[in-house]
């Protein structure tokens, strides 16, 4: 959040966006997918270009139709940025970020291009879909939810003739092998290897949008031109990694290792990284199945330490079926479920993963039980690598998200108890992993004085907090 330096997160966190002529060497996938289907379509590169803000004021001239912005947190009200605010003081860099970005674009289109329209898409365009005065606000004519492949190019050919368009816009999928490879490489080297979710829970998105697999071709072939882009670390990401090629729920660990093997030996690659898994998932995988996708996922990198992030949610299986958890949770009955995660994440560890549970406080119906049963579930694993990490609710329907404020005692004994962890392993996995992509030792460990300054911090926070808070 704002509330660390901006002066040395900024350049060390967030450095500028390489350039090559005046365009984003590396962009967010999402925006790169809609930049592919115009390619596709018939627009020329003359015609489309992604740009960093630093850029706009060459790029936006009398020319300019339409200025297309992608957004993850464009209001900051995602649950890791309300739970980091809440924390940490201050607000989220994305959200900062933003508000200073459609400062930047507003000054130039009043200077250059009166009449182009400002159209919003990204992850984070639910947070401004239903609120018509903060559009206004920020100056946005136009906002796509979803996946927008299928209707891009209807959406920009009308911008270019000026055709009136809804305000807000429901993005049209494409089926997973209509999918347009990327033409330019992605922030972190990312590529999707499926889309969706469609488990049903409530506190999420992609609740209703069923797992949509991209076929092993499209996957790779993203892979090279990030490669071509000079981004040799690969983030493969998928809302559950180890359903990739299932059918229905049913898992297929040979597809899983295969892509994997398929990526490893193009040339080139370094350390893969992935990024969220499923309980229910991992539990169809063999221990020695979950050992290779390891070894496949470091391959000479040297990494020790790779990571998963594992949505336990609540360690109160009743609390995580009424919030719309029951697909999620498979077969696993309610009394059941915080054991069986703490097996599947048991057996992550043993395969070499360091795994990052997700849990959300305050989700509607929480009980005070349901906080002390996830708070004994999240203190036995005293002793184990794994991290931790507890959210506030936030609604994703627009509605206001948990605060602190409304945290009691026992959930702040609960985040206390998981930063143990967290203050322990995450230093080690940051070292491990920079090492492992090249990262220049200096560097490293500056990281590692800004973390322990930050754990200094957050410490003093809880404490706090934990103090101000209601029994």
């Known amino acids: 959040t704002t509330a660390a330096p901006p002066g040395l997160v900024g350049r060390l966190v967030m450095p500028p966006a390489p350039l090559t002529d005046g365009r984003a060497t590396v962009a967010p996938l999402g925006i790169r997918r809609i930049e592919a289907a115009l390619r596709e379509g018939g627009f020329t590169r003359d015609e489309v270009a992604v740009v960093p803000e630093e850029e706009l004021p060459r790029a936006i001239g009398p020319r300019t139709c339409a200025v297309g912005i992608c ?9 890791n940025s309300t739970t980091m605010a809440g924390i940490a003081g201050g607000i989220s860099y994305p959200h900062a970020h933003f508000t200073r970005l459609m400062a930047t674009v507003r000054a130039c289109r009043t200077a250059a291009a009166p009449k182009a329209k400002i159209i919003l898409g990204g992850p984070g365009s639910w947070q401004l879909a239903g609120d018509a005065a903060r559009r206004a606000a920020l100056g946005i004519d136009h906002v796509v939810t979803g996946y927008a492949e299928g209707n891009a190019l209807e959406l920009f050919r009308a911008l270019r003739l000026r055709d009136p ?54 996957i790779v072939a993203d892979v090279q031109t990030n490669l071509r882009a000079g981004m040799a670390d690969i983030a493969v990401l998928s809302e559950d990694f180890f ?9 297929q660990p040979e597809r899983v290792l295969g892509l994997l093997q398929w990526l490893r030996g193009l040339h080139g690659v370094g350390l893969l990284q992935i990024d969220h898994a499923n309980a229910r998932s991992v539990a169809g995988f063999s221990a020695d199945e979950l050992a290779r996708v390891t070894r496949l996922l470091v391959g000479e990198t040297g990494a020790e330490l790779p990571w998963v992030n594992m949505g336990v949610e609540t360690a109160s299986g009743a609390l995580l079926r009424r ?66 990490f507890p959210v506030l609710y936030a609604p994703v329907d627009g509605g206001a998200p948990l605060t602190v404020r409304a945290l009691t005692r026992r959930h702040w004994q609960l985040i206390r108890a998981a930063y143990t962890y967290n203050f322990r392993w995450i230093p080690r996995l940051y070292r491990d992993n920079q090492a492992a992509v090249g990262v220049p030792p200096w560097k490293r460990l500056l990281f590692q004085m800004m973390g322990w300054g930050q754990a200094m911090q957050w410490r003093a926070r809880f404490a706090l907090h934990a103090g101000r808070a209601r029994g």
């Open 165 to 218: 368009l809804p305000a807000v816009i429901p993005g049209e999928a494409v089926p997973a092998e209509a999918i347009p490879p990327i033409v330019d490489g992605t922030t972190m080297g990312v590529v999707e290897i499926s889309r969706g979710c469609g488990w049903g829970c409530a506190f999420c998105t992609l609740a209703r949008v069923p797992m949509r697999h991209l076929p092993e071709e499209l």
């Open 71 to 79: 957004a993850g947190e464009p209001t900051g009200h995602g649950m």
């Open 243 to 251: 359903r990739y090629g299932a059918i229905g729920a049913s898992v």
């Open 323 to 388: 919030n719309g958890g029951g697909p999620k949770m498979g077969g696993v009955m309610d009394d059941e479920w915080g054991s069986f995660c703490a097996v599947q994440l048991r057996r992550l560890i043993r395969a070499g993963f360091l795994p990052m549970v997700s849990l959300i406080l305050g989700l509607p119906g929480e009980t005070p039980e349901d906080v002390e049963a996830t708070l004994r579930w999240v203190e036995g694993f005293r002793g184990e690598p794994i991290t931790i």
